[in-house]
């Protein structure tokens, strides 16, 4: 639990950061498709990444 604590701190810093895609994110925190780390993403938040993205970019378009 705690390593996936980590984890997902990483994500929300990374998605927040301008140039970094989710597929990106993704790949760079271990996982091995996009699918996997969107379902463990929207399962500890209880939102999908590109929700957060939109919600905390100031003018941003998720990609992918």
Do not use: H
Not at 19 to 40: E, H, K, N, V
Not at 55 to 60: K, L, Q, Y
């Amino acid at each position: 639990r705690y390593m996936q604590q980590l984890i997902m701190e990483k994500a929300t810093r990374l998605l927040s950061a301008e140039r970094t895609s989710i597929t990106q994110t993704a790949l760079s925190l271990g996982y091995s498709d996009l699918f996997t780390f969107s379902r463990a993403f929207t399962r500890y938040f209880g939102m999908t990444p590109s929700a957060f993205v939109k919600a905390n970019r100031p003018s941003s378009t998720a990609s992918e």
